[in-house]
Structure formats: structure tokens, C-alpha cells
């Protein structure tokens, strides 16, 4: 049983297009990130959420706590944008991240 | 700013070798973690580390031992490596609960 769950697994899309990747989770946690793993493997941190919205130019990030759900949502995605993204939520309890097996996406010129 | 640094890159061993994977963090953060990344899995935590001088299991510690004698440096260390322990190995700090997690750039280990 996963604590988080991503869809979809696999997605490609046209450059320009609007993304959305989707995280849910199982467990209490008091925080939700979005990772980023390019091709050649270095993993970074895009966002950290406890409640709302936030934006980071052409990445937005949203979550409802009551729901247990999060998005990543891409505008005008571009092929530097192709790579892993990993959503990752620290559980309330114990201080331990769990992680969803990621989403790979590739952006097509 | 270094952030978190990973020796070595890449590493071949045969089964029964031994070997050290080094975690070095210059943020002063409390928290250190070691994970393994397979096809088709999650990060899964092996071993991680709340402060200086402790350390704890995580979900796959199995075949794998740890040490935190600076804050600075979490080394995980294979005692008689086995095939299944190929992988690649992701060291990360934090400061929770409002910290980003901050990655090495990953070792590569294959067991043959």
C-alpha cells in the first residue's frame, strides 16, 4: 500500500500546453513537496506546501488539506520542463517523507 | 554554497565487498537521510538521522549500517554487498517541518 499515489505515470505533451500532474496522499502530514528529477538523476525542490497555493513562475502548486490532494499544473510548458516530478509528504507524525513513484514527463517541440 | 555533497559518483562492487557512501551537508541541518531509488519505486528510506550521534531505521535497512559522529556527515555503509543492493543512493537534509529537502546529487552502485 502506497501512502502517496501520482497520476499519471507517464505523460507527454505538445510545447505550450497546460499541465497538471496529481498527488494523493493517505496519511496525516504537515507538509507536501513537489521534486523535480532531470535526466542524469540530481533531484530538487520546487515547492513546499502546508495550505493553499503557490507559484513559481510558469509552476503553480495547490493543495486541500481536507481532500488529501495536490496538483502541479505547468503553463506554456516548454521541453526543459521534461523530467521526474516527485510528490513527497512529510507525515505529522515521526518527521519521515514519503514519496510517489513520480511522474515523467516529456515536452515535445 | 555546496549544499549537499555525495561521494563517490559511481561505484562497481562484487558481492561480498564492503563499502562506505559518504553524505557531507554544509546547512547545519539536524536531519540526514539516506534513500534508494529503483525502476518503478518511490525514494524508500534506508536509514535516517535526527542529530548528531543518533540514528534510526528506516523502511529497507536491511544489509545496511550507519553513522552520524558529525552533524555534518551521515555515511551509509554496505557491510557484503549483494546484488539486490544495486540501485541508485540519494542522501537528503532537512530541518522539519519547514524545510525543503535538500538532495546530493545521487551514487550510482551496481553489484555484480
Known amino acids: 500500500k502506497n501512502e502517496v499515489e501520482q497520476s499519471p505515470q507517464n505523460l507527454t505533451a505538445q510545447e505550450g500546453e497546460f499541465i497538471t500532474i496529481n498527488c494523493s496522499y493517505s496519511v496525516g502530514i504537515s507538509a507536501l513537496h513537489w521534486l523535480q528529477q532531470h535526466p542524469g538523476g540530481g533531484i530538487v525542490s520546487l515547492f513546499m506546501?502546508?495550505?493553499g497555493k503557490k507559484k513559481h513562475g510558469r509552476l503553480i502548486a495547490t493543495i486541500n488539506i481536507q481532500e488529501k490532494h495536490s496538483s502541479l499544473h505547468i503553463t506554456a510548458s516548454h521541453p526543459r520542463d521534461s523530467a521526474v516530478y516527485i510528490c513527497a509528504v512529510l507525515r505529522n507524525t515521526g518527521n519521515q517523507f514519503y514519496f510517489g513513484t513520480g511522474t515523467s514527463l516529456t515536452v515535445i517541440p | 554554497n555546496a549544499g549537499v555533497t555525495q561521494t563517490p559518483k559511481f561505484r562497481v562492487l562484487k558481492t561480498g565487498q564492503s563499502m562506505t557512501l559518504l553524505c557531507a551537508q554544509d546547512m547545519n541541518h539536524e536531519y540526514m537521510y539516506w534513500y534508494r531509488q529503483d525502476p518503478g519505486m518511490g525514494l524508500r528510506l534506508i536509514h535516517y538521522s535526527v542529530g548528531e550521534g543518533t540514528t534510526a531505521k528506516g523502511e529497507v535497512p536491511d544489509g545496511y549500517n550507519v553513522s552520524r559522529l558529525k552533524k555534518q556527515n551521515f555515511l551509509l555503509g554496505l557491510e557484503s554487498a549483494a546484488p539486490s543492493q544495486t540501485s541508485v543512493y540519494f542522501c537528503?537534509?532537512?530541518?522539519?517541518?519547514?524545510?525543503?529537502?535538500?538532495f546530493g546529487n545521487g551514487t550510482r552502485l551496481t553489484v555484480t
Open positions: 506546501l502546508s495550505s
Open positions: 537528503a537534509s532537512s530541518e522539519p517541518p519547514n524545510s525543503p529537502l535538500h
